[in-house]
């Protein structure tokens, strides 16, 4: 069964630093997205993609943040200078159309920000 | 937007035992409802979907009942197990937007 793979499985940086996380969505899906999960909190919308440039983002989603889909497989979301409220397990997923269809979630990058 | 609230945070039933999980939401606009079961340290894996265009949907021991008047949606396991033990989460989405709205999981214990 095809997957959602996202890497690396746990990130440790220093405040300050840039992340980059990577996700390798579903091959024939055309939506992808980025939510995260604080410790014991919702998991959270953060932006979708599609077509080349973002659809939609959230209020979390400032500056810091972007997302980009270099090639034809891999979708990265940068956080360009990490604080430490960014420590949160992320998520990436995709679905093979925009609506009303199941969403394929990777295994997760917790991202850890001391 | 769209606002999900899910109940209980946690819940412990013994072996054989029925668990359900409530979750309400906001807004009438949203037609497509999942459910998602997180193992721990896994990925948040679907285990059952409804559409705003059906009442009920049944897939062996699981079922999910949507209300679109009351708005609320509620997941069922029926002889639960220990393996059902995990964190599940229910989502909303709005039929014009590409997002889901998730709730706050329930942690559920399946006691031998």
């Known amino acids: 069964e095809p997957e959602v793979t996202q890497t690396p499985s746990h990130q440790v940086t220093q405040m300050g630093q840039e992340v980059i996380l990577r996700c390798v969505p579903i091959?024939?899906?055309?939506?992808f997205y980025w939510y995260r999960q604080i410790l014991g909190q919702k998991v959270e919308f953060l932006v979708s993609?599609?077509?080349?440039?973002?659809?939609?983002k959230s209020e979390i989603f400032d500056d810091q943040f972007s997302v980009e889909r270099p090639d034809g497989s891999n979708f990265t979301l940068k956080i360009r200078s990490t604080k430490l409220e960014d420590s949160a397990m992320y998520f990436c997923?995709?679905?093979?159309?925009?609506?009303?269809?199941?969403?394929?979630f990777g295994q997760g990058t917790r991202l850890t920000v001391v | 937007g769209e606002n999900v609230e899910q109940h209980p945070s946690t819940l412990s039933v013994q072996e054989g035992d029925s668990a359900v999980i409530k979750c309400t939401y906001s807004d009438s606009a949203s037609n497509y409802f999942p459910w998602y079961k997180q193992e721990l340290g896994k990925r948040p894996q679907l285990i059952i979907d409804?559409?705003?265009?059906?009442g009920e949907k049944k897939d062996q021991r699981i079922a999910v009942t949507l209300n679109k008047t009351a708005k609320h949606f509620s997941l069922h396991i029926t002889e639960t197990q220990p393996e059902d033990s995990a964190v599940y989460f229910c989502a909303a989405r709005l039929s014009s937007f590409n997002k889901f709205y998730f709730g706050s999981g329930t942690k559920l214990n399946v006691k031998p």
């Open positions: 091959s024939n899906h055309l939506y």
């Open positions: 409804i559409r705003s265009n059906v």
């Open positions: 997923a995709s679905t093979k159309r925009g609506e009303d269809t199941e969403a394929f």
């Open positions: 993609f599609y077509n080349n440039e973002i659809s939609e």
